[in-house]
T-cell receptor, first 111, second 117 residues
Framework: EDQVTQSPEALRLQEGESSSLNCSYT??????LFWYRQDPGKGPEFLFT???AGEEKEKERLKATLTKKESFLHITAPKPEDSATYLC????????????FGQGTILTVHP | DTAVSQTPKYLVTQMGNDKSIKCEQN?????MYWYKQDSKKFLKIMFS???????INETVPNRFSPKSPDKAHLNLHINSLELGDSAVYFC????????????????FGPGTRLTVL
């Protein structure tokens, strides 16, 4: 069964303090590892999709990387507006149309 | 322009009632989804539809019945509401069915917060 585990559950950073969020996954036949950002009271917003080990994608202060068992979301010099819940999910196995999410990491960046 | 819209945004109702949540997307996407997010923020797939055809039904009680009148709409009807149904329900859409191509970024609606008393 597909499983996605995110750590830490919550992360508090000072503005400018770089860090990483972890997403561990198990799936047979990965068809995409997805990162989303969710602000309070809103729907998730797409950030990245990664398909194969070694792949990296960047967007502003965020960089997502992928290995065969984990994905990392690196945040460089974060700002208070980066505060949000970051969700990781995978698509794979025999079920098309299904995205299995982790429980999310709540990121708080203090000025 | 709102890409994925849901109505209502808030829904408060008594146990045992029947209610519906409507979802519309104006992106021209072929696939639509319903997710449930519980109080711990865990987001779980309920249903996926591709071109009005059900492709995913994730062991959801049959009190939940999705209906897709056309590709742009996916409504969720819930019968005999229970306390445990209280959650935020998100509708989403993508151009292609998740996992079939690289064109599967999901766009989420703003959510409907359902409270069952």
């Amino acid at each position: 069964e597909d499983q996605v585990t995110q750590s830490p559950e919550a992360l508090r950073l000072q503005e400018g303090e770089s860090s990483s969020l972890n997403c561990s996954y198990t799936v047979s036949g990965l068809r995409g590892l997805f990162w989303y950002r969710q602000d309070p009271g809103k729907g998730p917003e797409f950030l990245f999709t990664l398909y194969s080990a070694g792949e990296e994608k960047e967007k502003e202060r965020l960089k997502a990387t992928l290995t065969k068992k984990e994905s990392f979301l690196h945040i460089t010099a974060p700002k208070p507006e980066d505060s949000a819940t970051y969700l990781c999910g995978n698509a794979g196995g025999t079920s098309y149309g299904k995205l299995t999410f982790g429980q999310g990491t709540i990121l708080t960046v203090h000025p | 322009d709102t890409a994925v819209s849901q109505t209502p945004k808030y829904l408060v109702t008594q146990m045992g009632n029947d209610k519906s949540i409507k979802c519309e997307q104006n992106l021209g996407h072929d696939t639509m989804y319903w997710y449930k997010q519980d109080s711990k923020k865990f987001l779980k797939i309920m249903f996926s539809y591709n071109n009005k055809e059900l492709i995913i039904n994730e062991t959801v009680p049959n009190r939940f019945s999705p209906k897709s009148p056309d590709k742009a709409h996916l409504n969720l009807h819930i019968n005999s509401l229970e306390l445990g149904d209280s959650a935020v329900y998100f509708c989403a859409s993508s151009q292609d069915t998740l996992g079939t191509s690289g064109n599967n970024e999901q766009f989420f609606g703003p959510g409907t917060r359902l409270t069952v008393l």
